[in-house]
T-cell receptor
């Protein structure tokens, strides 16, 4: 159980275009989802916390107008990188908490590798 | 001082060895502790989840938490080449936002 999927697994786009990444919880409802980015040989950097039906909470330094997050249902959250630039190239990973549980563990998706040319 | 410190390694051991991975932390409010395994170009996989101090065992993996020393460990017995990955510790205080603080990860290689 507790499987999280992401789509696409990798994407190449041109500078100035927008890219949407989907994160789905396949076998559970996720009230809260998290979006991270990870640079090579670095740890996970939390970008934002997404709660179903409400606006995402962004971490300090993360541009909310550039990284649009939508959590329209209990199984789907999307991250849209708008007007992408080469410096946005990174590995983006989502995670989810199980429903209304009080536990803290997060289950991660397989990640999306974004390359902006 | 960073909230969570983890030696990045790399750590290289022969197959069958006992591996010890560790993290130290500075925030005494941390109560929930996790270990994740991340293979290259993949998302992290939850290995162990513990609350407060004590030990937890699951197969070849044992997690230990010593809150008095602000020190957590993951032991891997009879290590296998398939255990080669980056191991990340993560922790959280009792909090309504459920955010995790991660260590930088330790790169482990188990040589056949």
């Amino acid at each position: 159980g507790a499987v999280v999927s992401q789509h696409p697994s990798w994407v190449i786009c041109k500078s100035g275009t927008s890219v949407k990444i989907e994160c789905r919880s396949l076998d559970f409802q996720a009230t809260t989802m998290f979006w991270y980015r990870q640079f090579p040989k670095q740890s996970l950097m939390l970008m934002a916390t997404s709660n179903e039906g409400s606006k995402a909470t962004y971490e300090q330094g993360v541009e909310k107008d550039k990284f649009l997050i939508n959590h329209a249902s209990l199984t789907l959250s999307t991250l849209t990188v708008t007007s992408a630039h080469p410096e946005d190239s990174s590995f983006y990973i989502c995670s989810a908490r199980v429903g209304a549980s009080s536990t803290y563990e997060q289950y991660f998706g397989p990640g999306t590798r974004l390359t902006v040319t | 001082q960073k909230e969570v410190e983890q030696d990045p390694g790399p750590l290289s051991v022969p197959e069958g060895a006992i591996v010890s991975l560790n993290c130290t932390y500075s925030n005494s409010a941390f109560q929930y502790f996790m270990w994740y395994r991340q293979y290259s170009r993949k998302g992290p996989e939850l290995l162990m989840y513990t609350y407060s101090s004590g030990n937890k065992e699951d197969g070849r993996f044992t997690a230990q938490v010593d809150k008095s020393s602000k020190y957590i460990s993951l032991f891997i017995r009879d290590s296998q080449p398939s255990d080669s990955a980056t191991y990340l510790c993560a922790m959280s205080p009792l909090s309504s936002n459920y955010k995790l603080t991660f260590g930088k990860g330790t790169l482990l290689t188990v040589n056949p």
